[in-house]
C-alpha cells in the first residue's frame, strides 16, 4: 500500500475515482517491477509519515521531499524528482517580487516544506508562523490566494503551473526559494522493501519523471539522456513511465547538438508502444 495525498498535481490527483500522476505511475511500475500488488490509500499529506512509520503502509509517496527531520522517523529511497519551492501570487496583487514578502499572508500546505520553511524565524528565511496560514490542501491554499485572504501562496513548482493553468489572473513569481528532493518514505525496519524499491529506481525509474519535471536544456538532463539509453540497452527496459511528457521539436533538436541520442528516442525505448 502507497499512501498519498491525491491533491498534488501532476504527481498525484483523482480523475472521478481513479488515481493519476507521476507518483502513481512511478508506483505501479516499481509494483510491476517487483511483481507487487499497488494499492493506494489517499490520506491527509501530513498523516503519511505517521503511517508510514507504525506500518499501516508500506511506503508514502506525495512529491515528498527528503528532510532531516523526516529522516530521524522514516527512511527514504534513492530520490527520484526534484521539487522547487515557488510562490504564486495575483497577476495584480501586493506581491510582485520576493522583497515584497514582507508583512503579507501567506498560504501553505499543510505539513509541507512550503509550510515549514515559511513559518521559520527571519534569521532562518522564513517569514515567521503569524504571517502563515495553512491549509488541507495546496487547492485550498490557492482558494484563499484568489479570495484575497491570503496575497501569496508558497508551493512545489509542479503543481503551482497546475493551479496558474487552471485559475486566470495568478502567476508564479520569477524566483526560485528552496530546492529540493522528491524520494519515497518507507519504514525505518523494512530495509528488505528500501532495497528493492531502490533497485527499481536504478533500473531506470529516476530517469523518465526527471525529463519530465526539469527543463530538458541542461546538461544534467543531457546526461540523464544518456543514462537512460545505457540502462535501456543493459536491462532491456520497457517500463511504460514517460507520463504526459510534452516532447517538441525544438527539444529534440537541441540535444541532437548535445547527445548522442534525441529525446524522442529515449522516450519510445521506455515505452511499449
Ligand atoms: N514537497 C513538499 C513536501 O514534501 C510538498 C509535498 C506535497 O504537498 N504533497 O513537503
Not at 511500475?29 to 508510514?52: K, Q, R, T, W
Not at 527531520?69 to 520576493?98: C, H, M, P, W
Not at 496575497?151 to 495568478?170: M, Y
Amino acid at each position: 500500500t502507497m499512501a498519498t495525498n491525491a491533491a498534488f498535481p501532476p504527481y498525484e490527483y483523482k480523475e472521478g475515482e481513479e488515481f493519476k500522476g507521476i507518483d502513481v505511475e512511478i508506483a505501479a511500475a516499481i509494483a510491476e517491477y517487483l511483481d507487487m500488488e499497488l494499492e493506494i490509500a489517499d490520506v491527509e499529506f501530513g498523516s503519511i509519515i505517521g503511517g508510514v512509520q507504525s506500518g499501516k503502509f508500506d511506503m508514502g509517496m506525495a512529491g515528498m521531499t527528503v528532510t532531516e527531520d523526516r529522516l530521524q522517523n522514516v527512511n527514504f529511497s534513492s530520490t527520484y524528482a526534484t521539487g522547487v519551492q515557488v510562490v504564486i501570487v495575483k497577476e495584480d496583487g501586493a506581491v510582485q517580487s520576493l522583497d515584497d514578502m514582507e508583512g503579507v499572508k501567506i498560504g501553505v500546505q499543510q505539513d509541507t516544506t512550503g509550510h515549514i520553511y515559511a513559518s521559520d524565524t527571519p534569521e532562518k528565511g522564513g517569514y515567521g508562523e503569524d504571517a502563515v496560514i495553512a491549509y488541507k490542501t495546496g487547492a485550498d491554499a490557492v482558494q484563499a490566494l484568489i479570495t484575497d485572504k491570503v496575497q501569496c501562496v508558497i508551493i512545489d513548482n509542479e503543481p503551482a503551473k497546475a493551479f496558474v493553468e487552471a485559475n486566470k489572473g495568478l502567476k508564479i513569481l520569477d524566483a526560485t526559494w528552496v530546492e529540493e528532493e522528491y524520494a519515497i518514505a518507507i519504514a525505518k525496519e523494512n530495509t528488505e522493501l528500501l532495497e528493492k524499491i531502490n533497485g527499481a529506481l536504478d533500473a531506470g525509474l529516476e530517469v523518465g519523471v526527471y525529463f519530465y519535471s526539469q527543463a530538458i536544456t541542461t546538461e544534467e538532463a543531457i546526461e540523464e539522456a544518456n543514462f537512460v539509453m545505457e540502462q535501456v540497452q543493459r536491462y532491456d527496459i520497457t517500463f511504460p513511465i514517460v507520463y504526459d511528457w510534452e516532447i517538441t521539436e525544438a527539444d529534440n533538436a537541441r540535444t541532437s547538438n548535445i547527445a548522442p541520442y534525441t529525446v524522442t528516442e529515449c522516450a519510445a525505448a521506455f515505452c511499449d508502444t
